[in-house]
């Protein structure tokens, strides 16, 4: 019969030297094999936020910019990066509403004539007509000689931010930022074929009529044709882009695409673009 002294010899003999081996090895092996979900995890977890910061980022940039070109009724500037355009005079920040500026009575946002000018618009040169006539014509409203409000609103790639400039009286500008981390931000102008003034402008990429070129009565006027088709056609320069008065009278839309680069890793993170038709624009030039 074994002694008590051997069966507690026997009952105090540790783990081996291969026996902790091996479960150092499978312990190894487990835990890189969880590591390696959890970077995976991670890395998925992280670009699904980024992807939707970045979407929230550039919803909220659109509405703002849409928000601004909607009531746009002139353009005065437009290129891939910027655009600036004229807007009535109740952009002005503190405008009242319920304020008479010519004191007949009828509450500003009800006047069809704020400042009771409509009558001198032809009596002045046409260099200055849009000084008076009714509202939508009358530039000055409130009759200081100067614009009453002009926004703009363009993209510094450098600091890959989105501003935004209101000129209020011609004074200095109030610039505001609406949106960081944006990798690329473009307007693209379009004309219509519906109005007057696109007509007959839909002549494709050479500006000529009856080449069949890539454009040529599709239906779509573009940035291309506005500058391409000269007269007596359309009004194009052939300067390379929509930079004249002549041509900026053609735009009836404008779309805007954007790209945002959330976590500034230098790739993209979420995309939008959206079209405007601010309705002011056509109404205007036909007055």
């Not at 009952?11 to 030297?17: I, K």
């Not at 002005?92 to 009771?116: E, H, Q, R, S």
């Not at 000055?140 to 409000?149: E, I, K, L, R, T």
């Not at 601010?278 to 007055?287: E, G, I, T, V, Y």
Request: proline share 2%; aromatic share 8%; hydrophobic share 40%.
């Amino acid at each position: 019969m074994e002694s008590l002294k051997g069966q507690k010899r026997r009952a105090r003999r540790g783990v081996s030297l291969l026996e902790m081996i091996i479960y150092i090895a499978i312990i190894s092996i487990a835990m890189a094999a969880f590591a390696k979900f959890f970077a995976g995890f991670s890395k998925t977890a992280k670009k699904s936020e980024n992807e939707m910061k970045g979407s929230f980022d550039m919803r909220l940039l659109m509405a703002r910019v849409e928000d601004d070109l909607y009531e746009a009724n002139q353009v005065e500037g437009v290129s891939s990066g910027s655009i600036t355009f004229r807007c009535d005079i109740v952009k002005t920040p503190g405008y009242l509403l319920d304020g008479d500026f010519d004191a007949d009575g009828v509450a500003n946002i009800k006047d069809t004539d704020d400042d009771n000018d409509a009558s001198l618009k032809f009596s002045l040169a046409a260099a200055q007509q849009w000084q008076a006539g009714y509202d939508l014509e009358d530039d000055d409203d409130d009759n200081d000689g100067q614009v009453d409000v002009r926004l703009s609103i363009y993209y510094s790639a450098p600091e890959k931010k989105v501003f935004r400039a209101l000129y209020v009286n011609g004074g200095a500008p109030a610039i505001k930022e609406l949106s960081a981390r944006i990798s690329s931000f473009t307007f693209i102008s379009y004309g219509s074929k519906r109005e007057d003034l696109g007509r007959n402008i839909d002549l494709g990429a050479d500006g000529v009529s009856g080449t069949g070129d890539a454009g040529e009565g599709d239906g779509i006027i573009s940035e291309r044709e506005i500058d391409w088709v000269q007269p007596p056609a359309g009004h194009g320069d052939r300067s390379g882009g929509v930079d004249t008065a002549a041509e900026l009278k053609y735009i009836t839309s404008v779309a805007v695409y954007a790209e945002a680069d959330a976590n500034a890793d230098r790739k993209t993170d979420s995309m939008l673009g959206t079209e405007i038709m601010p309705p002011l624009l056509a109404l205007k030039r036909r007055r």
